[in-house]
């Protein structure tokens, strides 16, 4: 028994390795390759815009007090509609995320009142500074599909007077 | 003494003097009824409807006069609606619930209503996170509202009630606090109610609007954010503040502050200040400050800041800037003045004294006010509130428009005027205060002294003050220089000595100073110099805290006869510029120290914001000069010097940080927790400070000077004489840089009698050119009719180097002021 034991347990280890030679490979071939992430997932945050291009964000800090870990900074500065960033009286005039500080926890967007903050789907963040893990509020701001709806932008006067739009409860 | 009453809250017994509301006999026991409108400071209105409670009165048997008993306990009847404590005072034998169902049912009903049209954007206003109505709503709210959303009610969200508040109307909640503090506390009615039900709406009814130098204080009592500050706006929010215990350096009333700073990247990641607000000290601001203390701190973040020491104009290091002064200083020594002013801290003027009296020197306080070797032996005794002032007490304000020079002394003492304290007024002209006085003298420019000496006369006026069961005289130098302030604080100083006003509590003398610690200088021993010029002549002139060059063209020049300058301040100024070496001072935000008040209370304050540059503390300078000139100052610690100063000033003595930390229990109740009830005015965690005692009250002789009968110039025939006066908004360095300011500053204005205008030829808004002292300026003309038409009133610290009454040539300028 005391040498047919081990031989025998080799041989099972053995028999596992060569059985998965015939097993459908689970490695991804990243970066040319990319697993979808889940519905759910949440990574690299975006600071969204409404259709009409205007910023989302309000600056009003509340994803700040929210984190945990102290990654947010905002500072607010006042819109008028000559320069206008979001609707009504508020916007960000400083946003900054602490990447390295954040656990990707997403109270930020929970606390947030428009929506503004979403935790996206990227997880490719990498940094060779300190520095460079604070991303400004140029790097976290979506993207304008077309010129004329970047901010700020001067507007017609008088129709973005509401900070905080209407809100339904959380559907999902 | 009032009688005392005992009732039940919740079924805890409380004992409360007669008269008081139902709610703060609940506040006293620990009981919060959450209010909106009320507010402890001001009578109740009854707006609001948040406070409903359940009370109950014992049933009186109308034969007996006897309770009614029933089952061995006095039979308690109560009210079938609910009842607002805050309008209720409470009875003998009173039973409060404030927790039953059919209270919890009532607040919820009165914050729906409330928020029907409430626009529900805390995310982006001012007061979220120390707001009354959000508290009040997350502890009593119904959570959801039946009203329709659509049917809100839009009104105007950005209205500015002035250029220092903003109003919006629809977050307002038509309480009236703001309204009422304007005409109950303050007396003046500048604001109110506009239109009806939904449509209510504040209104300004001033010109410029919000015209009142208080204006910030609704916005701390405002329990919603309807009024926000200009300053603040979008500041930061609430909870992200630090706060940091100061004291007002603005004017010698000494406001108990808190500065709320955070770090912003405008300002490049440094940290700032965000506000200021008030902090408790019912002796000295209760929960209050001016909009000057509130706004005008920007100068430590100006870029006119000096950051490292110069050596004939060029940059320095601190050794080399060292090495010369103190060489300097050692090769003349006896030749040393040190011209410092009330703007530096106990500490700092201790050291410099110190130094000067090391060397020799002289030292000398920068001022055109005197008399403060007075109040040191006849001011205000210890314990001195002048919020216990009322009924039996007289206060004497002469020569100072208290509104322009020390906002938080008009207020307290217009209160003890309404409180029923007897209000003499005695000044040239009209200011604010006098509309509160019971008598109102109006003296001619000279008079002065005059005037306080016919108090003693047998006048009914005189009479009174003499019987008064206290008397507090307020001496200013409204319309007189260093001269004719002195002297009039000597006959103060003999009115008071003469009918045994002086030595206790309540009753003495207190010097309206033209600096926020003019009065701590006096006490370490610095005194003024009328003849500035031949103090200077060749000597070598040590400049603390001061512009003299700036302030007046006469000394610049006198400067010129000095052999060598040394100029430490924070801001460049025309004295640093004609310096030989300048030293870089740190800001009272960015270090400690202690400022001693009018009313002679040292207060400590702290920093709250990291040090500019390579400044370095006053007291730290003058410290390392001393020691370098082998004198013991201290030249690290501002409370080691502190102890120190204990050590040696008289008055001074057994004083200690513990004792200026020394705090004791405030009604009313204010500080986070209780913001819905007393605002958001910060608690006092950090000291109330410690009153000094007078000369008097050691039972110590008191050596006063001869009244010297001619007190000032007088206007003369065919002649016009400019007398100066202190404007609280002013083109002084500490005031200037803030820019919210500039339109309250304007520009320099001089007050005419209608009679000299229109033999000018100008008329309000007109254009003069003034000619005075060798020196000639233009300004604005302003017609005041309670001047008499042998006066031009000039304001200080305006550009218009008038700092003594001096006879002037006015000429009216044809081209009329475009507006
Ligand atoms: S995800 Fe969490 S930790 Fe990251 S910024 Fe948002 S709140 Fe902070
Ligand atoms: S992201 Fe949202 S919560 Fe954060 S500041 Fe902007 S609006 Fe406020
Ligand atoms: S502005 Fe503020 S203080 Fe004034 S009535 Fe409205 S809610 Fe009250
Ligand atoms: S009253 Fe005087 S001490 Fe008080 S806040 Fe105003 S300037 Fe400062
Ligand atoms: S009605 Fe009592 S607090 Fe407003």
Known sequence: MRVIEPVWELGRGLARTFASLFEKPVTVQYPEEKREVRPRFRGRHVLKRYENGLEKCIGCSLCAAACPADAIFVEASEN???????PGERYASTYEINMLRCIYCGFCEDACPTEAIVLGDNYELSFTDRRQAIYPKEMLLEPVPDAAMTTPRKVEPGVYQRSVPEMKDPQD | MTKQLTLTIDGVQVTVPEGTLVVDAAKMAGIDI???????????????????????????????????MENGQPKIQFMPKLETACTNTVSEGMVVLTQTEKVTEGRKGTLEFLLTSHPLDCPICDKGGECPLQNLTVEHGPGKSRFLYDEKQHLAKHVPLGELIWLDRERCIQCARCIRFQDEIVGEAVLGFEARGRMTQIISLSEPGFDSVFSGNTSDICPVGALTTADFRFGARPWELKA?????????????????????????????????????NEEVNEIWMCDKGRFAYHYAESAQRLVKPTVRQAKASWTDAFDLVTQTFEASKSDVVVLASGRLSNEDLFNLKSLA??????????????????????????????????????????????????????????????????????????????????????????????????????????????????????????????????????????????????????????????????????????RPEADLASAFKNKIVYIVGADPAGDDPALALALKG??????????????????????????????????????????????????HGEAKADFAIAGEIGRRLGLNTENGSAMVTFDRLAASVKDFAGLDTNKLAEVKPQWPIVGRGDLYYGGTTYE??????????????????????????????????????A??????????????????????????????HPETAKRLGVAAGGRVSLAFNGLSAEALVKIDDTISAGVVLV???????????VSVQVLGLAEAKVS
């Open chain 1, 80 to 86: 008028t509609d000559e320069n206008r960033f979001s």
């Open chain 2, 34 to 68: 959450p209010v909106f409108c009320y507010h402890p400071k001001m009578e109740p209105a009854g707006n609001c409807r948040m406070c409903l409670v359940e009370v109950g009165r014992p049933v009186i048997d109308r034969a007996t006069g006897q309770a009614v």
């Open chain 2, 244 to 280: 940091s215990a100061s004291i007002c350096s603005q004017c010698p009333v000494g406001c108990n502050t808190t500065f709320n700073t955070r770090r912003e990247a405008k300002a490049g990641g440094e940290i700032v200040i965000k506000r200021v607000m008030p902090r408790q």
């Open chain 2, 357 to 526: 009296d090391g060397l020799g020197g002289k030292s000398i306080l920068y001022t055109d006010m005197g008399g403060g070797n007075l109040t040191a032996q006849v001011g205000v005794g210890q314990g001195t509130d002048l919020g216990k002032l009322g009924k039996g007490d007289t206060i004497l304000v002469v020569a100072s428009d208290l509104y322009e020079e020390a906002p938080v002394w008009y207020l307290r003492v217009k209160q003890a005027a309404d409180r029923g304290a007897t209000l003499i007024v005695a000044n040239s002209r009209h200011t604010k205060l006098e509309r509160f006085a019971r008598y109102a003298i109006r003296y001619a420019n000279g008079d002065e002294v005059k005037t306080v000496a016919d108090l003693q006369g047998d006048s009914k006026i005189a009479q009174e003050f003499a019987n008064a069961q206290n008397a507090v005289v307020f001496f200013g130098s409204d319309g007189l220089g260093l001269n004719g302030s002195a002297n009039l604080a000597a006959a103060c100083a003999k009115l008071l000595q003469d009918t045994k006003h002086v030595g206790k509590a309540n009753n003495g003398l207190i010097g309206v100073w033209q600096r926020a610690n003019d009065q701590g200088a006096w006490e370490m021993g610095f």
């Open chain 2, 562 to 611: 000095a052999r060598f300058i040394v100029v430490q301040d924070i801001l460049e100024t025309l004295t640093t510029h004609m310096a030989d070496v300048v030293l870089p001072a740190q800001a009272y935000t960015e270090r400690e120290g202690t400022y001693t008040s009018g009313e002679r209370r040292v207060q400590r304050f702290y920093a709250a914001v990291p040090v």
């Open chain 2, 684 to 721: 006092n965690k950090q000291g109330l400070g410690v009153q000094l005692s007078t000369a008097a009250e050691r039972g110590e002789a008191v050596s006063l000077p001869e009244v010297r009968a001619e007190s000032a110039l007088r206007p003369r025939e065919d002649q016009l004489l």
């Open chain 2, 723 to 752: 007398v100066p006066v202190t404007k609280l908004y002013d083109r002084g360095q500490t005031v200037a840089s803030t820019e919210l300011l500039t339109q309250r500053i304007g520009e320099p204005t001089v007050s005419l």
């Open chain 2, 795 to 805: 304001p200080r610290s305006m550009g218009l180097a008038v700092r003594e009454p």
